[in-house]
C-alpha cells in the first residue's frame, strides 16, 4: 500500500508526541527568557555604573523585551514567536559583545555560550540560518572596513581564533541538533508504521483488515478492467469456530486462527501457480472470516481448484497445540465481471454464495449463481420489510389453543407472529425469521412479541380469568445474548406478570452441546421463574443424556413425528413413545404438536402425553375468534 493512500491527518498518538515536544519547547523558551532577564538587569545595571553607556543600554533594552515576551508567551502561548524573539535577542546581544568587547575586553568569552543557547531554541533550519547570519556579521565587522565600527580591537589572531572557534563551536551543537531531529523524524515514523499497521493490518493474523481489503479490491478491479482480466473473490467462514471458543477458550480460538492464515497463504501459493499472488491477495475481515483475491485467473474453474486446496486444509479436522478440532470451512465464490462488476456487490455475491454452503452442508465451496442472486434479492426485500414493520407496527399476534389431552380444556396459547408488512407479501415466518437472525433484527422482534404477548396475558386474566400458561417462541440468538434474561425481567415487572404464567419455547436445534454461553443464559431465565420448553424435540442433535443439564420443563414432539404415527416407517413410529418415555425419565411435560386427526390425538391420549394442539384441535386464531374459543 502506498503512502499515497495513507491518511494525512495526524493521529492522536502523534498529536500527544508534538504536544511533548511542543511543552519542551516551552519550558525552554521560558526558563531560558527568565534567566536572561536576570543577567541582563544585572550587568545592563552593573555596565552603566562602570561607565559603559552604549552595551549597558543595549542590555537594559534587550531585557524589557526579554520581559515583554515573557508576558505575552504567558498569555498567548506562542512558543513559535516567544522562540523567534529570544533567538533576535540572543542574536543582539552576541553581535553588542563583539562590538562592544564587553568588560575588560572578555565579551568573546560570552559569546559561544551565547550563541551556543540560540541555536538550541531553534529547530534545525532556522538554526543553520542564525548560524550563517552571524558567521556572515562577524567575518564583516572582523574583516572588512565594517571594522571601523568596533569599539574595541582584535587582532588578526585573535579574530582568525574567534571565527574558527564559533565555526566549531556552532558546527558541533548543528550537528547535535540535527541528531535530535533525525532521532524524533524516526519516532514518528515508527510511530505512524504502527498506526498504519493497526488501520490497516489485522492485529492477530498481521493479514489486511477489512478497510484495507476494500482498498485493494478496488484498486484490483480498476486495473482488470483496462486489462480485461478476471478476479476471482473466494469468501470463507469457518464451520464449528464457536464450539472451539466455548470448549477451549478464546485463546485457543486465537490460535487457531493464527495457524489458519498460516496454512491459507500456503495453500493460495501452490508450486504451479494459478496466479501471481502477493500478501495483499489475503484478508480477515472479522472473527472466523476470511477473503482471498485471485487476480488475472483464466477462467472460473480455478477459483474452485483454488477452493479446493482451502477445503484440504481441514481434511480429519484442525489440529492446534496437540488438539483436533472438528472445524471446517465453507466457501463462496464469486468472480469479476461474471458475477458483479462492482466491489461491493462482488463481496456480497460471495458472501451469498458462502451461506448457500453451509445451507448445503457446511465444508464445501459454492459459486454464486442466479437461484443464490434471487434469493439475495429476496433476503434484501425481506430485511427492508422487516425494518419497515418495526418502525411502523406491522406486526400482530395470532394464537394458537393448546389443550390438555385428559379433558380437552385449553391450558395454554402459543403466541405465533404474524407481518403485515407490503414488501412482505406472501413472506411467512419461516422465511423471514432466518434472515432476521441473521441481520440481528430478531432481537427488536422477540422483544417485541414478548411485550405484546405478555400485554395480551394480562387481558385475558383480567377479563377473562384466564388461568393458562401464554407460550412465547424465542430465537436461538437470544441464548447468547447476555442482555436478554435482564430484558425479560424487565417487561414481567412493567406488567406485573407472575412467571409462572409464562413459558419460552427455544427450538432444539439452537442447542450445542457444551455451550457456556447457552446454559448461562437458560440458567438465568429459569432463575426468573419462567418456564423453558424444547420445541420440535427430535430434530435436533441433543443427546437424551444431555437433557438432565438442561434447565427445560417441556418438550414439544415434532409435527413430523405426530404425522407418522401411523406411517409404515417403524423409527419414525416409535419417535412419539420414546419422547414421552424420555419426558417421564426427566419429569418433564409433553406437548405434541401438528396435531390433524381424530386417529393421532387418541393414540397420544393413550399414551400418556400431557397437552396438544394442531389444526384438529384448532387453527391460530386472531384475538376476537381465540376469546371465542375460550369460552366456547
Keep these: 500500500m502506498t503512502a499515497t493512500n495513507q491518511p494525512r491527518q495526524t493521529t492522536a ?106 541555536l538550541f531554541i531553534n529547530r534545525f533550519w532556522p538554526a543553520v540560518a542564525v548560524f550563517s547570519i552571524f558567521s556572515v556579521t562577524s567575518t564583516l565587522l572582523l574583516f572588512t572596513p565594517l571594522s571601523a565600527i568596533l569599539m574595541t580591537s582584535y587582532t588578526l589572531v585573535e579574530s582568525l581564533r574567534f571565527l574558527l572557534t564559533t565555526l566549531a563551536l556552532n558546527a558541533i551543537c548543528l550537528a547535535a541538533l540535527r541528531s535530535e531531529e533525525r532521532s524524533y523524524e524516526t519516532i514518528m515514523q515508527l510511530h505512524d508504521d504502527d498506526i498504519r499497521q493497526m488501520a490497516y493490518y489485522d492485529t492477530l493474523t498481521g493479514l489486511p483488515n477489512r478497510w484495507s481489503f476494500k482498498t485493494n479490491l478496488n484498486r484490483m478491479l480498476s486495473r482488470a478492467e483496462k486489462d480485461n482480466q478476471r478476479i476471482g473473490l473466494l469468501y470463507i467462514d469457518l464451520d464449528n469456530f464457536k464450539q472451539v471458543n466455548d470448549q477451549y477458550g478464546h485463546e485457543a480460538g486465537d490460535r487457531l486462527l493464527l495457524k489458519f492464515s498460516e496454512r491459507l497463504w500456503e495453500a493460495i501459493r501452490p508450486t504451479d501457480q494459478l496466479f501471481k499472488n502477493s500478501t495483499e491477495s489475503l484478508a480477515r475481515l472479522a472473527g472466523d472470516e476470511f477473503v482471498v483475491l485471485l487476480p488475472n485467473i483464466k477462467e472460473p474453474l480455478n477459483a474452485a481448484t483454488v477452493a479446493s486446496r482451502v477445503l484440504d486444509v481441514f481434511n480429519g479436522g484442525f489440529e492446534v497445540d496437540g488438539i483436533k478440532h472438528m472445524t471446517y470451512a465453507s466457501i463462496g465464490i464469486a468472480v469479476y465481471p461474471d458475477d458483479a462488476t462492482e466491489p461491493s456487490e462482488l463481496i456480497n ?86 434472515v432476521a437472525e441473521a441481520t440481528g433484527l430478531i432481537k427488536d422482534i422477540d422483544l417485541w412479541v414478548i411485550n405484546n404477548a405478555l400485554k395480551a396475558l394480562v387481558n385475558l386474566q383480567s377479563k377473562y380469568g384466564f388461568e393458562g400458561k401464554i407460550c412465547i417462541n424465542i430465537s436461538g440468538v437470544e441464548l447468547h445474548n447476555e442482555l436478554f434474561p435482564a430484558q425479560v425481567k424487565a417487561l414481567l415487572e412493567t406488567y406485573k406478570v407472575s412467571p409462572e404464567y409464562i413459558e419460552l419455547e427455544v427450538t432444539e436445534t439452537a442447542f450445542v452441546a457444551g455451550d457456556t454461553t447457552c446454559m448461562a443464559t437458560l440458567e438465568a431465565l429459569e432463575a426468573l421463574g419462567v418456564s423453558l420448553a424444547l420445541d420440535d424435540f427430535g430434530t435436533g442433535y441433543t443427546a437424551f443424556s444431555q437433557l438432565i443439564n438442561y434447565p427445560a420443563d417441556c418438550l414439544k414432539i415434532d409435527r413430523s413425528f405426530v404425522n407418522d404415527l401411523f406411517s409404515e416407517r417403524e423409527a419414525r413410529k416409535k419417535m412419539v413413545m420414546v419422547i414421552q418415555n424420555l419426558a417421564k425419565l426427566y419429569g418433564l411435560r409433553v406437548i405434541a404438536e401438528g396435531v390433524e386427526t381424530q386417529e393421532q390425538l387418541e393414540y397420544l391420549k393413550q399414551s400418556g402425553c400431557d397437552w396438544a394442539q394442531g389444526y384438529y384441535l384448532s387453527k391460530p386464531l386472531i384475538w376476537n375468534d381465540f376469546i371465542k374459543k375460550l369460552h366456547a
Design 13 to 118: 498518538g502523534q498529536q500527544e508526541m508534538i504536544a511533548v515536544r511542543r511543552s519542551r519547547r516551552h519550558t525552554l523558551c521560558y526558563v531560558l527568557t527568565i534567566i536572561g532577564v536576570i543577567f541582563l538587569c544585572a550587568l545592563g545595571s552593573y555596565s552603566l555604573y562602570d561607565g559603559t553607556i552604549f552595551l549597558g543600554s543595549v542590555l537594559l533594552i534587550n531585557a524589557v523585551v526579554g520581559l515583554i515576551n515573557l508576558y505575552v508567551l504567558k498569555r498567548s502561548n506562542n512558543v513559535e514567536r516567544a522562540a523567534i524573539i529570544l533567538s533576535a535577542i540572543l542574536f543582539v546581544l552576541t553581535i553588542s559583545l563583539l562590538i562592544t568587547g564587553g568588560k575588560d575586553n572578555t565579551g568573546m568569552l560570552w559569546i559561544y555560550p551565547i550563541a551556543a543557547i540560540n
Design 349 to 434: 455475491h460471495a458472501d451469498a454464495a458462502m451461506y448457500n454452503a453451509k445451507r448445503s452442508g457446511k465444508n464445501c465451496f459454492r459459486f454464486f449463481t442466479q437461484d443464490i442472486a434471487d434469493s439475495l434479492k429476496e433476503r434484501q426485500q425481506i430485511e427492508k420489510g422487516l425494518k419497515l414493520a418495526l418502525s411502523e407496527e406491522h406486526f400482530s399476534l395470532v394464537y394458537m389453543p393448546i389443550f390438555d389431552c385428559g379433558d380437552s380444556t385449553i391450558v395454554a396459547v402459543e403466541a405465533l407472529l404474524r407481518c403485515h408488512s407490503p414488501d412482505l407479501k406472501e413472506i411467512g415466518p419461516d422465511r423471514f425469521i432466518p
